[in-house]
């Protein structure tokens, strides 16, 4: 048995014990993505196509990849769900710190992503995507990725706060505030910090 089919039967079984979608065909799809992922290490499908070890042309494996990323029913943010919340069931025994960063991907397309540090590596929570190029991502966005933060429902964090404004303009100050406000309703501690060699923003 190959390693890659070790993956697959893995990720395969998990997939089918935690993830309900209507078509079970999307469960198999999705699990050959994430082999695709896996074993490639990269995310551009016909790379992925390449590593799912399955009785059928790459070529036919991508194009089945592309429908189910064209799929308007299916809702990313619910599949990837119930993996969010086993991530932090798993560590909840530690203090939790989650990172803010803003990525591009692909073309012309933003990605505003939420995700908790394990071992120097951020692990994605929630996510905005959005149009637009490198460079400042409006406040709104920020405000608007930490309320589907804040559905996770961050029980264990303390309740206390300590934040250090950053206040580099009236929009920095404003941002921080805003960002305090839903900290404070959500129960976490907050911490701001701006640098080259800092996150954006911290939740610990």
Not at 45 to 66: F, T, Y
Not at 84 to 108: C, E, F, K, T, W
Not at 176 to 201: F, I, N
Request: glycine content about 4%; proline content about 4%.
């Amino acid at each position: 048995m190959t390693d890659r089919y070790k993956v697959y039967t893995k990720v395969l079984k998990t997939l089918k014990q935690m993830v309900k979608l209507h078509h079970p065909g999307h469960v198999v799809t999705l699990a050959m993505m994430i082999t695709g992922i896996v074993m490639s290490k990269k995310a551009q499908l016909s790379e992925m196509s390449n590593e799912v070890p399955v009785q059928a042309k790459d070529k036919s494996i991508e194009m089945r990849m592309r429908r189910w990323v064209k799929q308007e029913s299916l809702n990313e943010e619910l599949i990837f769900l119930p993996f969010a919340q086993q991530i932090l069931r798993a560590l909840a025994h530690l203090p939790l710190v989650v990172v803010m960063d803003a990525s591009q991907v692909g073309r012309n397309c933003m990605v505003l992503m939420v995700g908790v540090v394990y071992k120097k590596r951020a692990l994605p929570l929630v996510w905005l995507v959005y149009p637009g190029k490198k460079g400042h991502t409006r406040a709104e966005r920020h405000i608007q990725v930490l309320e589907k933060l804040k559905e996770l429902r961050f029980t264990h964090f303390s309740a206390d706060l300590r934040a250090q404004p950053t206040g580099r303009a009236p929009h920095c100050r404003h941002a921080s505030a805003e960002k305090e406000r839903l900290a404070v309703s959500a129960s976490w501690v907050y911490t701001s910090r701006l640098g080259a060699s800092q996150p954006g923003w911290v939740v610990g």
